[in-house]
């Protein structure tokens, strides 16, 4: 939200406006709550957003369907809620992606610090490095040594996503240079990984868990400040010498700029309530998340997500196609 957005948003309503506000809603919802999410599903936005929509409809008693419209490094989605009717209604499933397309997309037809108010954190996993388990590399020093001795392959899921902008922030801090090959999707880059064809993939930490319990890869550090709980014997990245490399790939909930804010704060509310209920908790981890829990408030979050990434966006000249 930008600094004009914020003052506008504390500034006193007159008092009609803030009764119909507060009636709106102390009636909401009164109908189906259309999530969008930007990306196929079965990954960590699609997984996180089914949780949370069956959650708050079992609260409220009313339909939250969850909506997958996949595309343009997910512009599409996120375009289609910043021009939705600001009432409460249509909801958007965003990530770092998002926060990093501020800076990867400049000319976009709408703005994610204009356009959309952000309402909660959800939940997180870390970045995984991973590598063939045949691999003679069997630390984060032993890939940066290998990568300064002869030009790795280091596959992703794609130009600009978490995965690449992982890649390109351990470049940045050992000074090596990964030859990137960028996939569409996390899974081929698995199949490619495991099959030899590229030596490295920074990945999300879901789609390389199966294969690093069932022994196809090998996981050299997570991207978090402590060991997952899935993976207790795998160190973090502080662990491995390179406290710098700390990754969360994020999930959270925005809606359109002008939803009232007695709206956007009862979602808040309710998002806060079920991320704090044991079970829901459970769920989430054993998912291979974790649930988003203290912090600054969403609203900064993003805005220090975008600062960071487009300051090594523009340092390491990344485009996408």
């Not at 870390?126 to 002869?150: G, N, R, T």
């Amino acid at each position: 939200m930008s600094v004009v957005s914020a003052v506008a948003a504390l500034a006193p309503r007159p008092a009609a406006a803030q009764g119909a506000s507060d009636a709106a809603a102390a009636d909401y919802p009164n109908k189906p709550i259309r999530y969008v999410v930007p990306f196929a599903a079965g990954g960590l936005t699609d997984i996180m957003a089914r949780m949370v929509g069956h959650q708050l409809a079992e609260e409220w008693k009313k339909p939250v369907v969850v909506d997958n419209r996949p595309g343009g490094n997910a512009n599409i989605g996120a375009e289609q809620v910043a021009k939705a009717p600001p009432d409460g209604y249509t909801w958007l499933a965003v990530t770092l992606t998002h926060a990093s397309n501020v800076t990867l997309f400049p000319r976009l037809p709408f703005s994610m610090q204009k356009d959309l108010v952000p309402v909660a954190r959800i939940a997180s996993s870390p970045m995984m490095v991973v590598v063939p388990a045949s691999s003679p590399i069997k630390s984060m020093k032993d890939l940066a040594a290998a990568a300064q001795k002869s030009r790795l392959n280091a596959g992703s899921s794609g130009n600009g996503t978490p995965p690449h902008l992982t890649l390109a922030l351990f470049e940045s801090q050992t000074r090596t240079s990964f030859t990137h090959v960028p996939y569409k999707g996390g899974a081929p880059s698995m199949t490619d990984l495991i099959g030899g064809q590229i030596d490295v993939v920074f990945s999300n930490f879901p789609e390389s868990l199966a294969y690093v319990k069932g022994g196809k890869l090998r996981a050299l550090a997570v991207t978090t400040r402590e060991r997952h709980p899935l993976l207790p014997d795998v160190p973090t990245v502080a662990e491995a010498g390179y406290p710098e490399l700390i990754v969360e790939n994020w999930t959270g909930l925005m809606m359109p700029a002008g939803t009232p804010r007695p709206i956007v704060d009862k979602v808040a509310a309710s998002v806060a309530r079920m991320l704090a209920a044991e079970s829901v908790r459970g769920r989430i981890v054993t998912a291979g998340f974790t649930p988003a829990a203290g912090g600054p408030p969403f609203a900064d979050y993003f805005s220090g997500e975008v600062t960071r990434w487009a300051r090594l966006i523009e340092e390491k000249h990344i485009r996408v196609e």
